[in-house]
């Protein structure tokens, strides 16, 4: 439905009809194509700076009736420059600059008046200086927009400025106005509210009931779903309808139009599939003209997320919806001060224009902006800014939430509404990891970091000459690879892949990691497409680097096993691959993808040949570590102990994907993990915990009783915090979860601390090096003691430090002169916490220790060190 303006008296329709006729594609750009204005110069923000030209553009001007007998200009009079005003021409251009074009003649017009525009004739005949940069301080957009104007008279030279300006945008155009006597028809009322949208009147809409308030979202809806490509909803791994349905809600939040007030939290497993989420919002975005801030980490990631979302709504059906074709109203930035700040001044500067335009933010990988409790660093401080200036839409995304559910709900007091994403029937996700074996046995990387960073002997080099010149598989002239280079874009690195004929340990390496290597080169017809994951070395230039290990490990597979390894290290500085055969390697583009460079090697080697991927930092969050033929086979994952347990799964997670049928048919039916016991356990009860978190909510119960226990515990399978030491979140927000109120306590059979079962089970099988360390010390022989005591006695299963040192005082010591001191007893504690024995939490201001497993505390007792019955006093030097 088009509404048209009246004719004015005297004006012919003939005149209008062959003024439409010139209308054609060679004659008229498209006002879509027109005025976007180009991508920012800033590359690290990947952003759509904003687009007003693109905007439903200004409502069509009310005829004024004539005034002391004379009438008053038409648009048309006012594009012709035949104003009857006695300001002249130059409040013809003012005019059609505010009430057309949408812009401000104020800051317009002294530039055009510089370069001796003054009239619409003027502007029309210098047309073409808006398509140079001749004009100082006139913005690109703006000038675009002027120059789309001057070829819009001359195509439409008869026609009604105002009315066939919005014609010449969207044919479907109607007057909001003339819609408002419909408001009940759907169609009419989302019209009508998309055209009052960013504007503070909403009293429309105070007299239709919540049910067309209603009906009126569910036809938003139907215009977004329909426009969605097929390949955008095969991604969504929601509801589409009801989620979009809430988040238009949200925006539109009739009939007061105020800020929504509660928060989104939409999380999702890792690697699920979570950007289609965002691509859904920005399509919702571009239908109502809104401009969306992304939030997320690193500069490559959010280059690559970037890329998706545009890549995903490239296939939409413009047919339907022709919106969808705008790119300007979206702005992705790295979480840092500087790039929230230039968010801020974005909406600043809209907010200049008008102070009720709407916006909304997408914090995605949330729970790494919250770093402090107090919101002290200068990027928090950036973000409550943003926040403060009352987002439309706030929405929330991670694989790993708790922090943001427990900063939002007990700290901020905000209301949030939980929106999970599933995952799709090919997805693999960490459940279904599988620690690597040896012998049938589940083996697992030492906890003990100090064995890890030693690594181990690296046997390839012979006589101070590198094993690589030894298997001449590089010209000895040159040195160039034999394989050729298919990226254009690679250069020579300096000082990278250097030469390990110097070193004789591979660092941070054990022997079941290079059993696992070993395991992964072992390609057969079966087995293919070997895909290795290394997320061990923090160390980048220093020695003991990430590149000494990448060299080392493709090194020993050729000399020793005499099989190819294809290399890729992925660092802050960019990526970098070394291929079979070389002695160096290259440096891929800045601006190529991870699963571009595996997709380009794929090609060139085929599945024969495995891939090991070494990263740390670069291997957390938002990059995907595949390609389509390729998924990764074997992870390795050490992090040391400062690293959240948020920064653990979200790492572990590089190694899940949407793609579980790529790796079966490269012959696997899992995917092999190397990494601490300890770690992997509390990896997958986080997964549990968030699971029975959705299932409760789901049930009715409120994200913050959910959390605290109070809708029911938590299983004991759930308890990730028993597992590890790790803390929660950057600022450690293990303190806000009261344990015991939240997880329920172990089956009495978990806290059996007998040796053997009564159905004959064999004996517990214990760290061996633990034990021996502990063996013969008296008195961390009599602090374990202790622990049993209380457990058998008080049946106590956690405890504070004073406690243990009043049942050992009372156990072990004759006097109160010899009395064990509780700083001594701590440090014991301690080193049994750093050994795996004990942890430690907080129950308020409590500091409690528990045992994480009985018969571990039972396999490392020596019984014949100390006796139940005699109460000798054990040596405070025995130590």
Same mark, same amino acid.
């Given at each position: ?10 004006? &012919? ?11 054609? &594609? ?98 029309? &005949? %210098? ?7 001749? #004009? ?37 155009? @109607? ?19 998309? $055209? ?21 979202? !569910? ?12 390949? *955008? ?14 988040? #238009? ?12 007030? /509660? ?155 939980i929106m999970p994403i599933g995952q799709s029937d090919d997805y693999l996700g960490i459940e !279904? ?22 690594? #181990? ?21 040159? /040195? ?42 072992? $390609? ?24 000494? %290990? ?33 002695? %160096? ?5 800045? @601006? ?6 595996? =997709? ?6 085929? %599945? ?30 050490? *992090? ?24 079966? $048919? /490269? ?45 029911g515990k938590f299983s004991a399978k759930a308890n990730f915090l028993r597992s590890t030491n ?18 329920? =306590?172990?089956?009495? &059979? ?18 061996? =090096? ?24 008080? !049946? ?31 440090? #014991?504690?301690?080193?049994?916490? /750093? ?27 020596? !019984?014949?060190? *100390? ?13």
């Amino acid at each position: 439905m088009r509404v048209r303006r009246p004719k004015r008296k005297g004006e &012919e329709e003939e005149a209008t009809s062959a003024g439409r006729h010139k209308r054609n &594609e060679s004659e008229v750009l498209l006002l879509k194509q027109g005025t976007m204005e180009s991508q920012s110069e800033d590359e690290e923000e990947m952003m759509a700076t904003a687009d007003n030209g693109n905007h439903e553009f200004a409502e069509q001007i009310d005829d004024v009736g004539s005034k002391d007998g004379k009438e008053e200009p038409t648009e048309r009079d006012v594009a012709a420059g035949n104003s009857t005003s006695g300001e002249g021409n130059i409040d013809d251009l003012k005019y059609v600059i505010d009430n057309i074009l949408e812009r401000n003649s104020d800051d317009v017009i002294p530039l055009l008046t510089s370069v001796d525009i003054s009239s619409i004739q003027a502007l029309v &005949e %210098k047309k073409e200086l808006l398509r140079q940069p001749e #004009i100082i301080g006139l913005k690109k957009l703006v000038a675009k927009q002027l120059f789309n104007f001057c070829e819009h008279l001359e195509a439409f030279e008869d026609a009604n400025p105002g009315e066939a300006w919005k014609e010449h945008a969207n044919e479907d155009w @109607v007057d909001p106005r003339a819609a408002a006597s419909s408001t009940k028809d759907p169609k009419m009322s989302f019209l009508l509210a998309k $055209s009052i949208l960013h504007e503070s009147d909403c009293s429309e809409f105070k007299k239709l009931s919540s049910q067309d308030i209603n009906a009126m979202y !569910k036809h938003v809806v139907e215009i977004v779903t329909g426009a969605l490509s097929k390949q *955008l909803k095969d991604a969504c791994n929601f509801n589409v309808e009801e989620f979009s349905l809430k988040w #238009i809600r949200a925006i539109f939040n009739l009939p007061t139009g105020e800020p929504y007030g /509660n928060v989104f939290v939409n999380p999702g497993k890792t690697q699920s599939g979570k950007t289609a989420i965002k691509a859904v919002i920005y399509a919702i975005s571009l239908l109502l003209d809104i401009h969306v801030f992304i939030i997320t980490k690193g500069l490559q990631e959010s280059r690559e997320l970037y890329e998706k979302i545009q890549t995903f709504l490239k296939s939409c059906d413009h047919k339907i919806n022709p919106d969808l074709v705008r790119g300007d109203l979206l702005m992705v930035g790295i979480d840092t001060s500087a790039k929230i700040h230039k968010m801020i001044k974005k909406v600043e500067q809209m907010r200049r224009l008008n102070p009720r335009r709407k916006f909304i933010v997408i914090n995605d990988e949330c729970d790494a902006l919250y770093r402090t409790l107090e919101g002290t660093q200068a990027m928090e401080k950036a973000h409550h800014a943003l926040m403060n200036l009352g987002p439309s839409l706030r929405i929330e995304i991670s694989a790993t939430p708790m922090p943001t559910i427990l900063i939002l709900v007990m700290e901020l007091g905000l209301n949030l509404e939980i929106m999970p994403i599933g995952q799709s029937d090919d997805y693999l996700g960490i459940e !279904k990891m599988l620690p690597f074996q040896k012998e049938g046995e589940d083996v697992f990387i030492p906890d003990d970091s100090s064995e890890l960073k030693k690594g #181990i002997a690296y046997s390839c080099t012979s006589n101070g000459v590198d094993a690589w010149e030894q298997t001449n598989l590089c010209d000895d002239d040159d /040195n160039q690879p034999i394989f050729k280079d298919e990226f254009s874009t690679f250069d020579w690195p300096t000082g990278k892949f250097p030469s390990c004929d110097h070193l004789e340990t591979i660092p941070y390496t054990t022997q079941e990691m290079m059993d696992l290597y070993r395991s992964a080169c072992e $390609s057969n017809q079966k087995k293919q497409g070997a895909l290795v994951l290394d997320c061990t070395v923090p160390r980048v230039d220093s020695s003991g680097n990430i590149f000494e %290990k990448a060299c080392c490990v493709q090194n020993e597979m050729k000399a020793r096993f005499d099989k190819d390894v294809v290399l890729i290290v992925n660092v802050g500085s960019g990526i970098y691959v070394r291929r079979p055969g070389f002695g %160096k390697g290259r440096i891929v583009s800045n @601006v190529r993808q991870l699963s571009e460079v595996l =997709e380009a090697l794929h090609k060139e080697f085929g %599945k024969k040949i495995p891939f090991f991927v070494f990263g740390y930092f670069k291997m957390r969050r938002g990059l995907s570590c595949r390609c389509n033929q390729r998924v990764p086979t074997h992870v390795v994952l050490y *992090l040391g102990k400062n690293h959240s347990m948020d920064n653990y799964v979200q790492s572990l997670g590089r190694g899940t994907f949407n793609g579980n049928s790529v790796l079966e $048919s /490269n012959g696997y039916d899992s995917v092999t993990v190397l990494t601490t016991k300890a770690d992997l356990e509390a990896a997958r009860a986080y997964n549990e915990f968030l699971d029975q978190l959705y299932q409760k909510i789901d049930g009715g119960a409120s994200p913050n009783d959910a959390i605290q226990g109070l809708a029911g515990k938590f299983s004991a399978k759930a308890n990730f915090l028993r597992s590890t030491n790790r803390k929660l979140g950057q600022c450690n927000m293990r303190d806000l979860m009261d344990e015991g109120a939240v997880f329920q =306590e172990e089956d009495d &059979e978990s806290n059996d601390i007998s040796l053997v079962d009564d159905d004959g089970d064999e004996p517990f099988q214990g760290d061996d =090096e633990t034990k021996e360390r502990y063996w013969n010390d008296k008195l961390a022989q009599g602090i374990l003691r202790s622990f049993t005591y209380l457990f058998q006695e008080d !049946k106590i299963s956690k405890c504070e430090a004073k406690s243990i040192v009043d049942m050992f005082d009372s156990t072990y010591q004759e006097t109160g002169e010899d009395k064990v001191s509780p700083a001594v007893v701590k440090k #014991i504690l301690e080193d049994y916490e /750093n050994k795996g024995v004990l942890r430690r939490f907080k129950q308020g201001r409590k500091v409690l220790w528990q045992v994480i497993n009985w018969r571990q505390v039972e396999f490392m007792i020596n !019984k014949d060190l *100390l006796s139940e019955d005699a109460a000798a006093a054990v040596s405070l030097d025995d130590d």
